[in-house]
């Protein structure tokens, strides 16, 4: 008995050269889409892996790149052994751009996928045939970081059509080496909208807030706290309840801008003592 479920979809992997980034973005009409499609692992590969998904090609088909296979000896290996193949719908990609895709006859319509340079498309149950090539193009046009062109490859594919039968959920999976949580792992980027009426919009507003809070401290937004930014910091701090003074003294005032970081997520942002990120004050004045 075939207990899978349609997951019925567009998604993009890709790979950007440059930073080494492996990435996979996705939207469907299928509630947590993020939970089941997206895999990838650094300096090896990413899969995608939807339509009466088999969740089993993502670990198992970064495990074969892993051992020297490129995506479409990986894809077949993978569809070999599956009797429900015509069924399945994958795009596979590897950490030197090389990318692979396939449709099963057995996808509902419309179903396909496009390979370019350093990515993967693919989706069933569209609308039309331009989701999909309107998704790559983005990719190949947009000039931003690896996120926001999988980013810029799903609302295009959006608005040329998407999913015949609505949306639900998206995610956005990007993996670098030491790229996580305090260079622990390589989870750089992990957001997912699991039911929302415009998941692609809310995805987009989630990336935002996930760069705001762990991304790079740019060194042209390296301020120093001193004349109208230390003022602007002091106003700042009593507005956010940190302080009640006007003018504390050097060691409450560092104390009070410490335990603001801290508490509202921004230690991956923290510099050194009597410096501030410019982002991180922006969003101390206007939040």
Not at 116 to 138: C, D, H, S
């Amino acid at each position: 008995m075939n207990t899978t479920k349609t997951i019925a979809t567009f998604s993009i992997v890709g790979f950007d050269p440059e930073t080494g980034e492996l990435g996979v973005g996705v939207q469907s009409k299928f509630i947590a889409v993020g939970s089941v499609v997206p895999w990838a692992k650094a300096g090896v590969g990413a899969v995608a892996t939807q339509a009466f998904g088999n969740p089993s090609y993502g670990p198992d088909g970064l495990q074969l790149l892993e051992e020297g296979k490129s995506p479409e000896e990986a894809l077949q290996a993978l569809l070999a052994h599956d009797s429900d193949r015509e069924e399945r719908q994958v795009g596979i990609i590897d950490a030197k751009g090389n990318a692979a895709t396939f449709t099963g006859e057995n996808c509902y319509d419309w179903a396909g996928g496009v390979t370019g340079k350093n990515y993967a498309v693919q989706g069933n149950i569209l609308v039309n045939e331009e989701t999909v090539t309107a998704m790559g193009r983005a990719f190949e046009e947009n000039k931003g970081s690896l996120a926001e062109r999988l980013l810029a490859a799903l609302d295009a594919a959006q608005t040329a059509g998407g999913d015949s039968r609505g949306k639900q959920s998206a995610a956005l999976y990007v993996v670098k080496e030491q790229g996580g949580y305090g260079g622990f792992n390589d989870r750089y980027i992990d957001l997912r909208v699991d039911d929302h009426p415009e998941p692609i919009d809310e995805l987009a507003r989630l990336y935002k807030l996930q760069q705001l809070y762990f991304g790079e401290t740019k060194k042209e937004n390296i301020l120093s706290i001193e004349g109208d930014t230390k003022t602007e910091v002091i106003e700042a701090l009593n507005k956010w309840g940190y302080l009640s003074e006007s003018n504390p003294e050097n060691d409450a005032f560092h104390k009070a801008l410490t335990q603001f970081l801290h508490t509202e997520n921004f230690e991956e942002r923290e510099l050194e003592k009597g410096k501030i990120d410019k982002e991180v004050l922006e969003f101390m004045k206007n939040k």
